[in-house]
């Protein structure tokens, strides 16, 4: 062997492992929300149903397991949600206003139709008002997942934009939790949400780039706003907000090195292989004994659903049409009209988010909490189905 064969031999990048592979594609992600949604679907509708409803209900110290998951847990994907919107803020996609204003306005759209669809439909009840903002959320993960795995038969710019919208779209979703779904506020807890909160700000303006400092307090952060009846998992969105987006020696064009692109890769799997799925699986089962036909055309359902396939896609596509056609905007680079048609069907998918909202505007009645988890389980299954028949047809087209 020569010295050039050795040192390539040396230089030789080592293959990846199957399951490395797999943690580092975009897909992932999705494919394991899949799964478990799936298996608490089959869990809810087997003799293990009793099971799986006491294991959440189960006490564990002051919370039940189910409690834990809702608002102990899921702070973690509210605190990479909030990383995600920072540095896509500051340092990413949609650091610059041109940047923003086609997946902003879609994302705009893509929340306001899917909330008069569902109103609309669920007009004559009070109750079941409370829930219309359950089909204006997309869930980034499901969705960039299917994209994924389309793989070059989409063009990158698409998968660009649909996350930008994602994260916009996500970032609405935590403010209307904020101002519409808080009750019960204690001002005191809640003042002592906001000394810490400034807290967290002095830390970042006299330049701590250590992390634990920021999680301990975000710690203590989170306990305050559970006990101030705003819900917990905000406190992970504000606590990402404070974490410094410079690197160790200050630098702001370094961010690879800075707190927040250090937490945000350690989320990074923990957050879509591991809580996520979780969330589904605490949440996604639903027992189909007692459905029938008339649970399917109940107007919660068919809000839901219809909201999620027929909003997504009038309100992304058409938002983004106008905008392109009055010239505010172009339309993404080598993306055809279809192809972006078929990526505002999978804005339907609304699985995680929706989830979360579903549970807290009916906090109180399992019944309807059932019926919001069948509409969001159809809408978001079809939505998929069609996105990515269309995706898949475009793409053909093109070819020829």
Not at 107 to 126: H, R
Not at 213 to 238: E, F, M
Not at 335 to 343: D, E, N
């Amino acid at each position: 062997m020569t010295q050039q064969d050795v040192q390539m031999t040396q230089t030789k990048p080592r293959p990846l492992s199957l399951l490395r592979h797999f943690l580092d594609s975009e897909a992932s992600g999705g494919l394991v929300l899949i799964l478990a949604a799936a298996l608490a679907l089959v869990v809810a509708n087997s003799p293990l149903l009793d099971a799986y409803e006491g294991a959440l209900h189960a006490e564990f110290g002051p919370l039940s397991v189910e409690h834990w998951i809702n608002d102990g847990l899921m702070a973690l994907f509210f605190l990479l949600v909030g990383l995600e919107i920072k540095r896509e803020m500051i340092d990413g996609q949609l650091a610059t206003w041109p940047r923003r204003v086609l997946p902003g306005i879609a994302a705009a759209g893509g929340m306001l139709v899917p909330a008069v669809i569902y109103v609309t439909i669920n007009t004559g009840d009070p109750e079941t008002l409370k829930g219309w903002a359950i089909p204006t959320a997309t869930d980034i993960a499901f969705a960039l997942g299917v994209i994924s795995l389309l793989g070059s038969r989409v063009p990158a710019s698409l998968k660009i934009f649909l996350a930008a919208l994602a994260i916009i779209d996500d970032l609405g979703a935590v403010v209307i939790i904020a101002l519409f779904y808080s009750t019960g506020i204690s001002m005191l807890d809640l003042a002592g949400a906001g000394v810490v909160l400034v807290g967290l700000f002095v830390l970042n303006r006299r330049g701590v780039l250590q992390l634990w400092p920021y999680l301990l307090l975000g710690l203590v952060l989170w306990v305050l706003v559970y006990r101030s009846g705003i819900h917990a998992t905000l406190a992970g969105v504000a606590l990402a907000l404070t974490i410094p987006l410079r690197s160790r020696d200050g630098r702001t064009d370094d961010v690879e090195n800075s707190p927040l692109h250090r937490l945000e890769h350690r989320l990074g799997k923990l957050v879509p292989f591991v809580i996520v799925p979780i969330f589904g699986f605490a949440n996604a089962g639903v027992s189909l004994a007692h459905v029938g036909l008339g649970a399917f055309v109940d107007p919660l359902t068919l809000g839901v659903g219809i909201g999620l396939v027929a909003g997504k896609l009038i309100g992304v596509f058409g938002s983004a049409a106008i905008v392109i056609r009055l010239g505010f905007a172009d339309l993404p680079s080598g993306a055809t009209w279809l192809q972006l048609f078929g990526t505002a069907l999978l804005c339907g998918i609304g699985f995680t988010m929706s989830l979360f909202i579903g549970l807290l505007a009916f906090a109180g009645d399992p019944s309807l909490q059932e019926e919001v988890k069948l509409g969001i389980l159809c809408g978001s299954g079809v939505a998929a189905v069609l996105g990515t028949l269309v995706l898949l047809t475009a793409s053909r087209s093109t070819t020829r």
